[in-house]
C-alpha cells in the first residue's frame, strides 16, 4: 500500500480525477480514499491544513491502512528567490520552524529527544531526479521549514530563510516526516510553489494554488508508475 497525501482538496482532487475509480472510507472526522493504479494499491487523503492535521491522517494512513510509503504532494511558499511560482522541489530535509523553547538555550527547531532536522528517504528522492531527467522537468531540492502559519510578510520570511536555510515553506512537510521517521516509512514530500511567502502572498496563493497542485499531482503520479 502507498500513502499519498495532500493538505487541502485542490491538492489531491487531480489525482481522484485521473484515477477515476475509488472506494471512500470514513474514519477520525476525514476521508480516506482506496484506490488501484497500475496494480498498486492507493491510500489517498487530504489531511486538512497544519502540522497535527497532517500528523494525524498520516499516521492513519500507516497504521490502519499499513501503508509502507508515503509521498506528499502540495503547494508552498518559495524562500529561495531561486524558486519561482510553480517551480517544484523535494525536501532533501525539513524542519518544524515555529518550534521554540529558545528560553532554555535550545536552537530553534529543536526539542529534547528529536534532531532539528529530518531526511526524508534516499532512494525516493533518486527516482524523483531520473523521472524529471526523462520528462525534461527542472526539479529541485531543498530545505522545507514546515509551521502552523501562512507566510505572507518580507520579515517573517527572511526571518525563516536565514536561520534555517530554508528554500520553501509551508503547513505540514515536517510533521508528516516525523511521523514516517518514527514509525519507519520512506516518505517523499513534494511542493510546487504558488506563492513567494512575501507580502500580499495570499493574492498569489489563490491564483496559483490549483494550476501548481496539478503540477505537483502529476508528478506524483508518474512517481507511483516506477515505483
Ligand atoms: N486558502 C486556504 C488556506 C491556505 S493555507 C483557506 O482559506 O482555507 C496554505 C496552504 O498551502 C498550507 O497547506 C501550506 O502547506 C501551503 N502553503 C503555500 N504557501 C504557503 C506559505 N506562504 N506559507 C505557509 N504555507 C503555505
Not at 200 to 209: C, I, Q, R, S
Request: aromatic fraction near 10%; include cysteine.
Amino acid at each position: 500500500m502507498i500513502a499519498i497525501l495532500g493538505a487541502m482538496p485542490e491538492e489531491i482532487t487531480p489525482l481522484l480525477d485521473a484515477l477515476k475509480d475509488y472506494e471512500e472510507i470514513r474514519y477520525a472526522n476525514n476521508v480516506f480514499y482506496l484506490a488501484k493504479f497500475k496494480d498498486k494499491e492507493l491510500v489517498i487523503a487530504y489531511s486538512k491544513i497544519g502540522k497535527v492535521n497532517a500528523a494525524l491522517t498520516a499516521t492513519i494512513m500507516i497504521e490502519k491502512f499499513k501503508a509502507q510509503k508515503l509521498l506528499f504532494t502540495g503547494v508552498a511558499g518559495a524562500l529561495n528567490e531561486n524558486l519561482k511560482i510553480k517551480d517544484m522541489l523535494y525536501a532533501e530535509s525539513l524542519v518544524q520552524h515555529d518550534l521554540d523553547i529558545t528560553a532554555f538555550g535550545h536552537p530553534h527547531g529543536f526539542v529534547p529527544g528529536t534532531s532539528i532536522f529530518m531526511k526524508s528517504d534516499g532512494n525516493l528522492n533518486v527516482l524523483a531526479t531520473k523521472i524529471a531527467k526523462q520528462k525534461g522537468i527542472n526539479l529541485k531540492s531543498g530545505i522545507i521549514a514546515t509551521g502552523d502559519q501562512f507566510i505572507c510578510e518580507q520579515s517573517k520570511k527572511d526571518w525563516i530563510k536565514n536561520t534555517f536555510k530554508a528554500d520553501a515553506t509551508e503547513m505540514e512537510g515536517a510533521s508528516v516526516a516525523l511521523v514516517c521517521e518514527s514509525l519507519n516509512v520512506p516518505f517523499f514530500i513534494l511542493r510546487a510553489i504558488s506563492d513567494e511567502a512575501g507580502g500580499g502572498a495570499e493574492f498569489d496563493f489563490d491564483e496559483f494554488l490549483q494550476s501548481s497542485a496539478n503540477i505537483s499531482a502529476d508528478f506524483i503520479l508518474s512517481m507511483i508508475e516506477e515505483l
